[in-house]
């Protein structure tokens, strides 16, 4: 059943040959979804903010600039008015993986640090976690602060998403490489949410030990990586495919992850459905997708101040369905359909949303 994995989770390199042929340099903004609920219809403004090649990830420095992380190995910044190169790697960008995260130094105005991760193209079976500072809009003194990452030999399930939490330290999501067993496994880094300190040590309070990174465990294939504004961390799993006798589409999740918790992968999937043993382990979903594929790939909380009919609430991008998922700030209910994203969410310092597909970053506000 690999192979039904490996179709679905490459639908991602596939879409990139075909759309960024065909890019425009003056991008058009999709449409919302038909099936949007009254709640949606307050109608803030779409528009095209920023034509760029598969934005897997978005973050906002505190000086008011946009940094996109292109998947093969660009990193802008754009003030709204120029964007500017800031720095590059050169990832392996075969199946899916690539440049695959981005995020800003929560000390930022004082150190200027900004920190990316990336598939090895060196070593295709390592990821890596390095970071620049910020010196006048341009990136210098690049250092690798996490290596040897595993990335698996086959096409899939790599993770890779950055985020600092309201703890100051930086968490990591990392998939299981087709290797579900491991996802249970604390000795093992793959299927995880992972806790490091800015340096890339390891935190000393860590759930499974002083030297383990590892925050959390039983993860699949997870992309989106968000910390609510009372600091809850909530992360988006993409379901099985096929995987273990699964079915091969559907399933996908949000899950909120706490520290030394069990999202279920691979004795659950789903809801509860068990496939080893004889009880779920951990913490079930709050949300899963049933039958319908979705493949969640960016998260976002919404604050107060956000678009009209957004405030509140928890976003995230279905790659599979091109739309914005508007769900419940406890990420259990699916309220309505936003506009198309495919990649990454944030919001701006202005309150706007902006997210991005493979071809453009939008932005979605008054």
Not at 258 to 268: E, H, I, L
């Amino acid at each position: 059943m690999a192979s039904v994995a490996a179709a679905r989770a490459l639908m991602i390199a596939a879409t990139l040959v075909g759309l960024s042929s065909c890019q425009s340099s003056s991008p058009q903004p999709p449409a919302a979804s038909s099936t949007t609920s009254p709640t949606a219809q307050a109608s803030p403004h779409l528009s095209a903010y920023l034509s760029a090649t598969f934005v897997t990830a978005l973050a906002w420095a505190p000086d008011g600039r946009l940094f996109s992380a292109q998947r093969a190995g660009a990193i802008r910044s754009f003030d709204g008015k120029t964007a500017r190169d800031f720095a590059s790697v050169s990832p392996a960008t075969d199946g899916e993986r690539g440049l695959l995260g981005l995020a800003i130094s929560p000390t930022f105005a004082r150190d200027h640090y900004v920190y990316a991760f990336y598939s090895r193209s060196d070593d295709e079976s390592r990821q890596r976690v390095v970071r620049w500072t910020d010196r006048n809009g341009t990136g210098t003194e690049l250092t690798t602060i996490i290596d040897n990452l595993p990335g698996g030999t086959d096409c899939c399930h790599k993770g890779g998403r950055l985020a600092f939490g309201p703890d100051g330290k930086l968490y990591i999501t990392l998939g299981e490489n087709h290797l579900a067993s491991q996802a249970q496994d604390p000795s093992s880094l793959r299927g995880k949410i992972l806790r490091y300190n800015p340096d890339g040590t390891v935190p000393a309070d860590n759930p499974f030990g002083s030297s383990n990174p590892v925050w959390a465990i039983g993860l699949r294939n997870p992309f989106g990586l968000a910390f609510s504004p009372d600091g809850k961390l909530f992360v988006t799993d993409n379901g099985p495919s096929g995987d273990d006798g699964t079915p091969p589409t559907g399933y996908d999740r949000v899950l909120q992850v706490v520290k030394g918790g069990n999202s279920q992968w691979p004795v659950c999937y789903g809801n509860g459905i068990l496939l080893h043993g004889s009880s779920c382990p951990g913490t079930p979903p709050t949300y899963q997708s049933g039958t319908t594929t979705l493949v969640p790939t960016g998260a976002s909380f919404v604050s107060g101040k956000g678009p009209a009919g957004y405030q509140g609430d928890f976003v995230f991008c279905s790659y599979a369905q091109d739309r914005l998922k508007v769900m419940s700030a406890d990420g259990r209910q699916l309220l309505f359909d936003g506009p198309a994203c495919q990649l990454d969410v944030k919001e701006g310092p202005d309150h706007a949303l902006y997210f991005s597909d493979t071809a453009t970053v939008y932005r979605l506000g008054s």
